[in-house]
């Protein structure tokens, strides 16, 4: 074999190993929010808050926001810090974009326009916190834009229900944020354990361990 073809092979085999070791060491973090004194514990972000000696780089592709039937589409869009945001207006009459501050700092706040319908512009968000979207054209339009520090985040559900996947073994701060609850915060600590893991549904992949991690809101 020559040398060429060794390093081509080397190099396959370290890549297959990485990515089998990076599936056998994460495991998903599941549960349920329950919301006290709230209509619903829908859109209430969950994530971790770091992972000693970890940063993150934000994820090439552009996260959207847009504004469809005069809302803000998602209502709620959780993205990992340094990510850019396309702003899209997908209705036939001008929409405007604008905060007042970014984790209730208003030396962060930002007017993107005012454009009609096609026209796409961009942020990239560096700040962490919370960021309340409004429409200068219609007072009702209202969304948020939530900027976390790592890529291990979810969204609950209409029952509450979230699940962050791949969450490399160890012991973590979980925090929620939401519109209208206090933000709590959780120890969870994630396991690698033979036994307890769920069955694959094929052979093809190790198995994901499960950590559940229930936590409550308050208004
Ligand atoms: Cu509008």
Redesign the pocket.
Known sequence: MTKSKRTILSAIVLLTLGYLASFAWAGDVKGKVTAQGMPSPENIVVYIDSVPGKTFLPPVQHAIMD?VR?EFVPHVLVIVKGTTVNFLNDDPVQ??VYWSAINHDRKLAHNMGTWPRGIVKSFTFNELGDVPLL?K??SE?SGYIVVVPTPYFALTDKEGSYTIKNVPPGQYTLKTWSEKAQPTTQTVIVKVAEGTAVKPACNCCPATQVTNANLTVKE
């Open positions: 504004q005069m929409h405007n429409c054209v219609h339009m």
